[in-house]
DNA sequence: GCCGGATTTGACTTCGGATGCAACAAGAAT
DNA sequence: ATTCTTGTTGCATCCGAAGTCAAATCCGGC
């Protein structure tokens, strides 16, 4: 009769059923505990043959190691957090996908975290220190302090598309500036010059970068924009473009929206309300390059981030760091691409 | 001096560090391990000076209780399980941020997986047995041996749009059905003849529903439709118009597409590709109720699925069940609601 | 058949919090 | 003051897998 930690009759009730412990598996095999785990760990000192055995009987009882027993013993949970602030936003799907299936195929798990408001994130921090995550990825604004919780807990974090201000912080971005000038130094060359700018809301990073890299280089030619403060949503862009038509009289040349849905709000405002014809009218151009951006109906001239390649590197960072604690804090700036389309006409 | 378990200098080096356990917190209250557990678990016994004398400490140290130390005891990890086939359909993003903010209202964290193919269902299902999450909401097709393993480990699930077909599981649905029909019924009162219906894949549970609620309804009236076979994005919607104005050598009145994403795509192929007036030369209808649908440029004909009450469904049924085991597999259907929009002549 | 080195194996301990139980304290009843 | 409640507290143990270390086994070589 074996001595204990063998599970009780099944709960579940069938064959096969969920509690199979390392125990129970040891004794289908006429093994020890400890070789089972070892059966499970890649590099262990095992014989294939036992191997194969506890293999065998594992696969019977339906055996999966418990990864609770596990994290707790080897303080490696496989868990990532990924918190977006916004989940509705066109943008941050992709992201999403990309970064899970990346993340799995490494042998993690997401632990996702997407928030109502900003304000949220303190409490929300305090959801994630109990299930001691490997580490983070953030597409949230936070603050010194929230990053330093981090530092301090030894937990490396990537911020998307954000930087840390005063803590320093590991960072995948997409360049906002360079990108932002591509557009206004095309959009200045093909004659423009009565500019409107739909802004994104202050608190976003991102959002501040591309409206400053488009003031200053308009500013450069002497140029000074209309300018307007949304949201981010496509309804956002309608309430911009009216806004923007009637503070400049309804003379403009050019809209430049700060990312993508507000530019395709724009764009229907400027079609459906004003009758304009875009882009002979007038050119709007966006940011992202989001899926509707580029429906046949929109076509819009936009900056594609490479959202493929930032999120492989956000994951790659970040898994350097679980591997290699106390590396520096790189940041990685990703250009965009210019996707002409047929919203504006460049120089 | 205490006996043993206390966390060696802490790895971060900062004060307030990470490790801090159960037994750092009792040593600087002055009380046992016991008391602190109790103190953070409700409805425990502890006298309220002693637990904010404990709280005191465990803030002092930046304590917070183990999940997979608490897991591993008590059997409930507070993880529930969400799988979305794919991310980037334009439906599932909305329906992801209901889901994780109620699970998180309710404590719950997420646990997302996300596939490229329903192929990888069996392996991601490998994935989430280690740990032991306490239930599951799957957006994905699961066959009914899937299903089998999760009611024989006893972890309850929902299905979300999808139902079991020989396995019982409890499913959370909008009414395809109806809401086809409603579409129907009005297309044909508005004097619709020739139709084309742009399907969507076969392996999709919801699209066969809408697919065969607008054949039937047809056929009632002596209508034969034209049938594209798509695959619920953007692009087919375009192929689809293309085919169908094809196969019906350009006879059409109106096109039912069984989500909206094909009906945005044939609605900007009609335009631009026919030159066809929306809606009167031609009516589209779509299904689902995704934001750029009510876009000012769309303005889509469709009927919306209701999903926060939906998600709020999902998360309360599945919440039931992990509460109290064994419940009985219901299902509960969500009627749409019509959005007439303007892309189709409705009766 | 015996020996030394390499490989396998199992007993035991550990991770950190939860809980049954007995010990104990404080107040109420007698 | 004594006994009985009622309410707190600590001890010891458990959850399930991983890792340490010493014992056991294997293997070719003599």
Redesign the pocket.
């Known amino acids: 009769m074996p001595k204990?930690?063998l599970?009780e009759a099944v709960p579940g009730g069938g064959p096969g059923g969920s509690?199979?412990?390392?125990?129970d598996v040891?004794e289908l095999a006429?093994?020890?505990?400890?070789?089972?785990?070892?059966a499970?760990?890649t590099g262990?000192?095992?014989?294939?043959?036992?191997?194969e055995k506890i293999m065998r009987a594992a696969k019977q009882l339906g055996?999966?190691?418990?990864a609770?027993?596990?994290g707790?013993?080897?303080?490696r949970t496989n868990l990532v957090a990924v918190v977006i602030s916004n989940l509705t936003n066109l943008y941050y799907p992709e992201v999403l996908a990309e970064l899970t299936q990346r993340l799995s195929a490494q042998g993690h798990r997401v632990l996702l975290f997407s928030l109502a408001s900003e304000s949220e994130i303190d409490e929300m921090l305090g959801l994630i220190w109990p299930y001691r995550v490997d580490g983070a990825i953030i597409a949230a604004r936070l603050k010194d302090d929230q990053i330093r919780q981090f530092n301090d807990r030894g937990i490396p974090i990537i911020l998307y598309n954000r930087v840390g201000e005063g803590e320093p912080a590991a960072s995948v971005c997409c360049d906002s500036a360079s990108g932002e000038r591509e557009l206004v130094r095309n959009l200045l060359a093909a004659g423009h010059r009565r500019f409107g700018i739909i802004a994104g809301p202050q608190d976003s990073y991102v959002g501040e970068e591309r409206l400053d890299s488009a003031r200053r280089h308009l500013a450069a030619a002497g140029i000074e924009p209309f300018i307007y403060r949304g949201g981010f949503d496509y309804h956002s862009g309608d309430e911009g473009l009216r806004a923007l038509m009637e503070a400049s009289g309804g003379a403009l040349d050019a809209v430049i929206a700060t990312n993508d849905a507000m530019a395709l709000g724009a764009m229907d405002c400027a079609r459906g309300v004003y009758d304009l014809a875009i882009p002979q009218q007038l050119s709007i151009v966006g940011f992202d390059g989001v899926g509707p951006a580029t429906w046949g109906g929109y076509q819009l001239t936009t900056i594609r981030q490479p959202v493929r390649r930032m999120a492989e590197a956000a994951v790659d960072m970040l898994i350097e760091r679980i591997e290699q604690p106390g590396m520096i804090p790189e940041q990685r700036l990703f250009g965009g691409e210019l996707l002409p389309g047929r919203s504006a006409r460049l120089g």
Chains 1, 2 share one sequence.
């Open positions: 204990k930690k599970s509690g199979a412990t390392s125990y040891a006429g093994v020890s505990q400890s070789a089972v785990s070892r499970f760990r262990a000192s095992i014989a294939p043959k036992t191997r055996y999966q190691p418990n609770f027993a596990r707790l013993i080897t303080r």
